[in-house]
């Protein structure tokens, strides 16, 4: 999962324009500046192209921080593999 977290930092970093940002498995949109809702929308469609996956909406919607999104793209990327 560092590996993901890793990658997933990247994109958020990029798309933020914040090269200092670090997450973490508890990180949420409240304790990052500029991850609004606009944001968060490119943020998500950034990390599907990255990963080369595709999450549906209501996935989405559940995700409570970025651990949340970490272990479903981990599913997603191992659902792929087999």
Do not use: C
């Amino acid at each position: 999962m560092e590996k993901l977290l890793s990658e997933v930092t990247e994109v958020y970093r990029r798309v933020l324009k914040d090269p200092n940002l670090v997450l973490s498995p508890d990180s949420t949109a409240d304790d990052v500046d500029g991850w609004d809702s606009l944001n968060h929308t490119i943020l998500m469609a950034e990390v599907q192209k990255h990963f080369q996956i595709k999450f549906a909406l209501k996935e989405v919607i559940k995700f409570k921080n970025v651990g949340d999104m970490l272990e479903l793209i981990h599913q997603k990327i191992s659902n792929r593999q087999q």
